[in-house]
């Protein structure tokens, strides 16, 4: 018994997973077949959605779609990239619908990397009066997802005149304490040393910062970037509140806006290429930069 | 934690909080002060005069049949939901984590859900599910099966749930996997040293090991179904049939926006930021527990 584990364990030891060391005694063909029907079934909707982005309207409504491509790829992505006019529905143009989604990503990605990144610093690297004070406050918005103070939210965005604008679209969803324990955690791994020499050297903590900090910072602030692109891309319940107008809308809440009440009627071919659409920029960022992304994710979170 | 070494500077460290700050205070804090206070106030009905109330609306949310009844749908579906995921989460991330040939494709082809909105989510099972364009639903209506989740407060329950939990099965596979290849190899050769069997070693060694990302799953979780899962029943159900889908979050966006009920709404909202603290405060208490662990 103990030879022959001994001697699976001498071939296994290289490899890095752990449950490995129970394959030694099964053979990996169900294993696969495991993961393979995950795969499909975890695909099919996106499939499906492709296969409906490429028929008429009429064959969908009447519940004739085959489960292969059709004719009218072409037809369908450029009607709604342009105009999403169909025959039962009135959409708006996805491409405009698309441009909002981008600039809100870009704008909440970016804008909070910028905020968090200086709060940490500040924190970190200074001592002054109310530090932890401040550290705190920043801390306890961590509870607070935005959905669950919507109401109040709203009315402070009404009051300052944020509706409708790609500011109150943005910024409330800026401030959010991940971004800066995040980087908190990482400055105080950066060496004393570090600092000393900077300051022998002469260099003030802004020097210190933009020369050092921010060049050793690169990793995290990619990671955070992906991690924080795809949160921005993937919000609802904010955009449908905040938007009145659907030139302002973003592309997630202005293709369930097409659905309507989810009828047979609807114009499922327009409905299915908005879809592709509206998933194909966060799909693509995460399968392209799926290590930053990991890395972005399990430090965020944990 | 602080640092030895640190700069003296009396004004920059302010300079470089402030527009973090400045976004909590206006965000965050302003709007939760006023949601305290408007839970505490009654407005008349053309919202002329506003008089104090102590907890009456708390009295009255808490005493609302409906809301009692969104209590239940929510415990159902965050139960169903995160036990739903974490389960087939876990059985990918044990599968995957063995050395077999495509591991890494794996990996991708299971992670790339995580990147999709929950109502893009809605609307791609919407499509497979429709009683009458859906390729499963109209299946399931000419096998003899009457599917229609419009009309079927349980269908609609379980399609909820089914598109709940797809996109997060991806990020709890992801943390269990990383959970998994954290264990230090030589105890599971212990184990197997000893004679384990593999079912054996999952539930006495692998299991016990990652119970610090089993828990923080829990509450991530919990805190998923409560509060993200509301674009999923948005696109999808509206809450309905009836009030079977309707979850403590999709109340509080239909009392607050659609029948404006402003004091109720605000005492909704402070019930549901009680419940988010005590939810991290749990899992505080417990990653300060298991530091060991981890």
Do not use: C
């Not at chain 1, 969803?173 to 995040?182: C, E, K, N, V, W």
């Not at chain 2, 299991?207 to 993200?228: E, G, K, Q, R």
Request: no cysteine; hydrophobic share 55%; net charge positive.
């Amino acid at each position: 018994m103990i030879t022959k584990s001994a001697r699976n364990l001498s071939v296994h030891l290289t490899r890095q997973g752990v449950l490995h060391l129970i394959a030694q005694n099964t053979r990996n063909l169900p294993v696969h077949v495991i993961l393979i029907v995950a795969v499909i079934i975890f695909a099919f909707p996106v499939y499906l959605a492709f296969i409906g982005s490429t028929w008429d309207a009429g064959t969908i409504g009447r519940g004739a779609m085959p489960l292969t491509p059709g004719p009218d790829l072409v037809e369908n992505y450029t009607n709604t990239l342009t105009s999403a006019q169909g025959g039962r529905v009135k959409g708006v143009a996805v491409q405009g619908l698309l441009w909002n989604s981008l600039q809100m990503a870009l704008l909440i990605a970016i804008g909070k990397i910028i905020i968090s990144v200086l709060s940490a610093y500040a924190i970190a690297f200074f001592d002054f009066r109310f530090r932890m004070f401040f550290f705190g406050m920043i801390f306890l918005t961590w509870m607070l997802p935005i959905e669950v103070r919507i109401a109040p939210t709203y009315k402070v965005m009404s009051d300052l005149g944020l509706i409708n604008t790609m500011a109150g679209l943005t910024i409330p969803l800026m401030a959010s304490a991940t971004g800066t324990l995040l980087f908190r955690q990482f400055f105080l791994t950066i060496p004393d040393e570090y600092v000393e020499a900077a300051k022998i050297d002469g260099a003030g903590p802004l020097r210190f910062f933009w020369s050092i900090v921010l060049p050793l910072s690169r990793t995290n602030i990619a990671a955070l970037f992906v991690v924080l692109f795809i949160y921005g891309w993937n919000q609802y319940l904010w955009p449908l509140l905040i938007t009145t107008t659907r030139d302002m809308e973003t592309i997630v809440v202005g293709i369930v806006k097409m659905i309507g009440t989810g009828e047979a009627q609807t114009d499922w071919n327009l409905v299915m290429s908005g879809t592709v659409f509206a998933l194909l920029p966060p799909v693509l960022v995460v399968i392209l930069m799926q290590q930053w992304f990991v890395k972005g994710l399990v430090q965020t979170e944990k | 934690m602080r640092r030895r070494v640190v700069f003296n500077n009396r004004f920059l460290p302010y300079f470089l909080l402030a527009p973090q700050v400045a976004i909590t205070i206006i965000f965050f804090f302003w709007p939760a002060g006023q949601a305290i206070y408007q839970s505490v106030l009654r407005q008349d009905p053309f919202g002329l005069r506003t008089k104090f109330v102590y907890l009456e609306n708390f009295q009255a949310v808490l005493s609302d049949p409906l809301y009692i009844e969104a209590i239940q749908v929510t415990v159902i579906f965050s139960v169903s939901v995160t036990i739903f995921v974490m389960v087939v989460a876990l059985l990918f991330a044990v599968m995957a984590d063995r050395q077999i040939r495509g591991a890494q494709a794996y990996k991708t082809l299971l992670l790339w859900p995580y990147a999709l909105a929950p109502a893009v989510a809605a609307v791609l099972w919407m499509f497979i599910f429709h009683p009458s364009i859906g390729v499963i639903g109209k299946a399931l209506n000419n096998s003899g099966l009457p599917w229609d989740y419009h009309l079927n407060s349980v269908q609609a329950f379980v399609l909820v749930v089914i598109a709940s939990s797809w996109k997060q099965i991806a990020h709890n596979f992801l943390f269990f996997l990383a959970g998994l290849q954290s264990v230090p190899i030589a105890v599971v050769e212990a184990a197997l040293i000893d004679g384990a069997s593999a079912w054996k070693l999952f539930r006495s060694i692998l299991f016990p090991l990652i119970s610090p990302t089993t828990f923080y799953l829990l509450t991530v979780n919990l805190v998923f179904a409560f509060f993200d899962t509301f674009g999923v029943i948005h696109a999808l159900t509206r809450g309905g049939p009836g009030r079977s889908t309707t979850t403590l979050m999709y109340k509080a966006y239909m009392d607050g926006y659609v029948n404006l009920n402003l004091g109720e709404s605000a005492a909704q909202s402070v019930i549901l930021i009680i419940i988010v603290s005590v939810i991290v405060w749990a899992q505080f208490r417990y990653m300060e527990g298991k530091v060991h662990y981890t």
